[in-house]
């Protein structure tokens, strides 16, 4: 029997702010001391009231419209009541019925909504003890729920990484995985129709590769219970990386377990009423966004995508390139020259060290207008950026120094080439009778002639003058 898995994803962003969600300790996913960046209102003091960050509001409604979601114009903060050692307060700060975006879509997948929340403290377990960590405590929190449309782990993978993109494009957070600044939770269903079937939750996912094998796991793990007559019980599982299986955790909370109500300690937000949170203006900030970027390169440059794919992803590669061909204006030989000598040479050499070495942007150019009108050949200015790379310079200078600018002068050339045609007469009269193949090996014995140092399209040209 062929079972349908349908799978929606929740994920939990962290946003880059100054300050907390709700206070002015600071927001620093890279402190290493514990329990630094706190104050008696993230770590949950009696007596203490929370003020909204104006900033982390705008990162997610900079978000919903980025996403074209519906931003909502009354909002509001509730308590979402539950107990663990690493929540202060005993409850989360979160929201429920009014959040700040519904709807939307990434990849063609529909979202749901995306709300504000803050961060939970960070436990660690040593044995028979544990201790928490309350830095992350109270940092702004972005919260995305997808509608359960998605069909494999294959598929969640590539949402989660557009999402992470869109996150970094806007400015809004780092979303590193590793570092837990952005986490996925699936629901997974599975049965026999398009109706859906018992969802488990696998929490706390945090890698890509993770997202995708849990996902498939549970699949198949549901598939066969249902194939022998089992049931499957709604529950919260969490993965196990070194074993590759998922493992129950505790039977999975629906919302009225939590206990929603308004916080009272926080006012109402009409966001119509803030001047900052203007759609028009917000609008005007955003940048471009991944799937502008990818449209314009591949039907405007005529990139290929796996090209694409590399610009998007890699910031300094993507601005080295725009910094570039703004020298080339329309000239398509050169802007495709530009991103091959990035993404094969320069990706290359870069796995030894930094991402660009000691290239820039006019020396790149530089050495790919000599490439274009054949000044040094291809493998010339492989050699000449690999010095770049390590050391910096002048392209040009360094052609010279490095014995590569190649001979294009038309009566040194002709000399070689009456050389050549008169050292292999028999090449020569195959060439005439019609093999065009003959044509190569002699531009072949000329190069060699030359010393590697003819500019091989001059030299192609003077052969085939001669020879006619």
Same mark, same amino acid.
């Given at each position: 029997?062929?079972?349908?898995?349908?799978?929606?994803?929740?994920?939990?962003?962290?946003?880059?702010?100054?300050?907390?969600?709700?206070?002015?300790?600071?927001?620093?996913?890279?402190?290493?001391?514990?329990? @630094?960046?706190?104050?008696?209102?993230?770590?949950?003091?009696?007596?203490?009231?929370?003020?909204?960050?104006?900033?982390?509001?705008?990162? @997610?409604?900079?978000?919903?419209?980025?996403?074209?979601?519906?931003?909502?114009?009354?909002?509001?903060?509730? +308590?979402?009541?539950?107990?663990?050692?690493?929540?202060?307060?005993?409850?989360?700060?979160?929201?429920?019925?009014?959040?700040?975006?519904?709807?939307?879509?990434?990849?063609?997948?529909?979202?749901?909504?995306?709300?504000?929340?803050?961060?939970?403290?960070?436990?660690?377990?040593?044995?028979?003890?544990?201790?928490?960590?309350?830095? +992350?405590?109270?940092?702004?929190?972005?919260?995305?729920?997808?509608?359960?449309?998605?069909?494999?782990?294959?598929?969640?993978?590539?949402?989660?990484?557009?999402?992470?993109?869109?996150?970094?494009?806007?400015?809004?957070?780092?979303?590193?995985?590793?570092?837990?600044?952005?986490?996925?939770?699936?629901?997974?269903?599975?049965?026999?129709?398009?109706?859906?079937?018992?969802? @488990?939750?696998?929490?706390?996912?945090?890698?890509?590769?993770?997202?995708? +094998?849990?996902?498939?796991?549970?699949?198949?793990?549901?598939?066969?219970?249902?194939?022998?007559?089992?049931?499957?019980?709604?529950?919260?599982?969490?993965?196990?990386? $070194?074993?590759?299986?998922?493992?129950?955790?505790?039977?999975?909370?629906?919302?009225?377990?939590?206990?929603?109500?308004?916080?009272?300690?926080?006012?109402?937000?009409?966001?119509?009423?803030?001047?900052?949170?203007?759609?028009?203006?917000?609008?005007?900030?955003?940048?471009?966004?991944?799937?502008?970027?990818?449209?314009?390169?591949?039907?405007?440059? $005529?990139?290929?995508?796996?090209?694409?794919?590399?610009?998007?992803?890699?910031?300094?590669?993507?601005?080295?390139?725009?910094?570039?061909?703004?020298?080339?204006?329309?000239?398509?030989?050169?802007?495709?020259?530009?991103?091959?000598?990035?993404?094969?040479?320069?990706?290359?050499?870069?796995?030894?060290?930094?991402?660009?070495?000691?290239?820039?942007?006019?020396?790149?150019?530089?050495?790919?207008?000599?490439?274009?009108?054949?000044? @040094?050949?291809?493998?010339?200015?492989?050699?000449?950026?690999?010095?770049?790379?390590?050391?910096?310079?002048?392209?040009?200078?360094?052609?010279?120094?490095?014995?590569?600018?190649?001979?294009?002068?038309?009566?040194?050339?002709?000399?070689?080439?009456?050389?050549?045609?008169?050292?292999?007469?028999?090449?020569?009269?195959?060439?005439?009778?019609?093999?065009?193949?003959?044509?190569?090996?002699?531009?072949?014995?000329?190069?060699?002639?030359?010393?590697?140092?003819?500019?091989?399209?001059?030299?192609?040209?003077?052969?085939?003058?001669?020879?006619?």
């Amino acid at each position: 029997m062929k079972y349908i898995p349908t799978i929606g994803l929740e994920i939990h962003a962290e946003l880059k702010t100054q300050t907390k969600m709700f206070c002015n300790s600071k927001n620093d996913s890279e402190e290493k001391r514990p329990n @630094v960046n706190i104050c008696p209102i993230c770590t949950g003091h009696p007596g203490t009231l929370p003020v909204i960050n104006k900033e982390a509001v705008k990162h @997610v409604l900079k978000l919903g419209l980025a996403v074209n979601g519906a931003l909502a114009n009354f909002t509001e903060f509730d +308590r979402k009541n539950y107990f663990y050692p690493d929540i202060p307060k005993g409850y989360q700060i979160s929201q429920y019925k009014h959040p700040l975006v519904l709807g939307g879509e990434i990849r063609g997948i529909a979202l749901t909504r995306i709300h504000l929340e803050e961060d939970t403290a960070r436990s660690t377990h040593h044995g028979d003890y544990s201790l928490v960590d309350f830095n +992350r405590a109270g940092v702004p929190l972005m919260e995305l729920v997808t509608e359960p449309v998605i069909h494999s782990g294959g598929e969640a993978v590539l949402f989660a990484r557009e999402l992470q993109l869109l996150l970094q494009y806007l400015h809004a957070g780092n979303a590193n995985m590793e570092k837990g600044e952005m986490r996925v939770e699936a629901n997974i269903s599975v049965s026999t129709n398009k109706t859906l079937g018992t969802k @488990v939750e696998v929490k706390n996912l945090n890698s890509f590769r993770a997202v995708e +094998r849990a996902i498939e796991y549970e699949i198949n793990r549901q598939s066969k219970l249902l194939e022998q007559k089992e049931k499957i019980i709604q529950e919260t599982r969490g993965w196990d990386e $070194g074993k590759g299986i998922t493992f129950s955790q505790r039977a999975k909370e629906d919302s009225h377990d939590y206990r929603y109500f308004p916080d009272p300690d926080i006012p109402k937000l009409f966001i119509s009423e803030v001047p900052e949170f203007n759609k028009e203006k917000l609008s005007k900030e955003l940048s471009e966004l991944p799937w502008q970027k990818r449209k314009r390169y591949l039907e405007v440059f $005529g990139l290929k995508e796996t090209d694409v794919e590399i610009f998007i992803h890699q910031k300094e590669w993507c601005e080295l390139f725009e910094q570039t061909i703004v020298n080339f204006k329309d000239d398509k030989k050169l802007i495709q020259l530009t991103s091959n000598y990035i993404v094969s040479d320069l990706a290359g050499l870069s796995k030894t060290g930094n991402t660009l070495g000691n290239i820039t942007s006019d020396s790149l150019a530089s050495l790919i207008h000599m490439i274009g009108k054949g000044e @040094v050949s291809s493998r010339g200015g492989k050699d000449i950026l690999k010095v770049l790379y390590e050391k910096g310079g002048d392209p040009r200078e360094l052609a010279k120094e490095m014995d590569l600018i190649q001979k294009s002068d038309e009566n040194t050339l002709t000399l070689i080439v009456k050389k050549v045609l008169k050292s292999h007469p028999n090449v020569v009269a195959e060439y005439r009778s019609g093999k065009e193949n003959a044509l190569q090996f002699l531009i072949g014995q000329g190069m060699k002639e030359s010393q590697g140092g003819a500019n091989p399209e001059i030299l192609s040209e003077l052969f085939r003058k001669i020879l006619s």
